[in-house]
């Protein structure tokens, strides 16, 4: 099975994410996580550092190479839940090509949901795994459960930063839900409330989708 989440920054997609990969037992793969693995490798459309170095936006067509490159790996080929791709309809259309997603999740929250979870967001700087303070709290505050490394908060959660993220959400997030649609793979999931809720929507639409492929 193939799932990705779409969905404003600080709407949970990364939890969910991991909970639906434990569920199914398939890899999580993270955009960012991949573009920092593969940094410095050399592709036709140069390597990704130099984009990241300068703050500069990494181009679609990079990381969907890099995307290709990881889909040939043995570890995906049971399945993958993408998080933080596809982004925009370029990279929708080009996995939609080659990999089909067989659901995607659209969390919904409103506004001022996201501004209030990404103010409480906490990150482990060094294993990358991000917290809640009321949603997913760190069972020690202010240490991440996977390393014992000091949480620190998201640097670029500023609030004007905040509000060109949502502004930018919002468009992308508009077309990319156009093409899903079209697709006739999304499925909305109402993200205002805590994790729990949302997953236990989640998790009904998956296994909707196991009994029917059992059955056909
Ligand atoms: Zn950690």
């Given at each position: 099975?193939?799932?990705?989440?779409?969905?404003?920054?600080g709407a949970g997609k990364t939890t969910q994410?991991?909970?639906?990969?434990?569920?199914?037992?398939?890899?999580?793969?993270?955009?960012?996580?991949?573009?920092?693995?593969?940094?410095?490798?050399?592709?036709r459309y140069?390597?990704?550092?130099?984009?990241?170095?300068?703050?500069?936006?990494?181009?679609?067509?990079?990381?969907?190479?890099?995307?290709?490159q990881q889909l040939q790996e043995p570890t995906y080929s049971r399945g993958v839940v993408f998080d933080g791709y596809p982004r925009t309809v370029n990279q929708a259309e080009h996995l939609h090509d080659r990999h089909p997603l067989d659901v995607v999740f659209l969390l919904e929250v409103q506004d001022h949901h996201?501004?209030?979870?990404?103010?409480?967001?906490?990150?482990?700087?060094?294993?990358?795994?991000?917290?809640?303070?009321?949603?997913?709290p760190p069972k020690v505050y202010g240490v991440c459960d996977s390393c014992g490394t000091e949480l620190t908060r998201r640097e670029d959660d500023t609030q004007a930063i905040l509000e060109e993220k949502i502004q930018t959400y919002r468009e992308q997030t508009k077309a990319l839900m156009e093409v899903y649609q079209a697709y006739g793979i999304l499925q909305r999931?109402?993200?205002?409330?805590?994790?729990?809720?949302?997953?236990?929507?989640?998790?009904k639409v998956i296994q909707q989708m196991q009994d029917s492929q059992q059955q056909g």
């Open positions: 099975m193939r799932i990705a989440f779409i969905g404003p920054p994410a991991e909970k639906t990969s434990d569920l199914l037992d398939v890899p999580v793969l993270t955009t960012g996580n991949i573009l920092r693995d593969h940094k410095h490798e050399q592709t140069g390597t990704p550092a130099e984009y990241m170095e300068t703050g500069r936006l990494v181009p679609d067509e990079l990381i969907n190479h890099i995307v290709d996201i501004i209030d979870r990404i103010n409480e967001r906490l990150i482990c700087p060094n294993c990358q795994k991000s917290y809640h303070l009321n949603y997913n999931i109402q993200a205002d409330s805590d994790i729990e809720t949302t997953w236990h929507q989640i998790k």
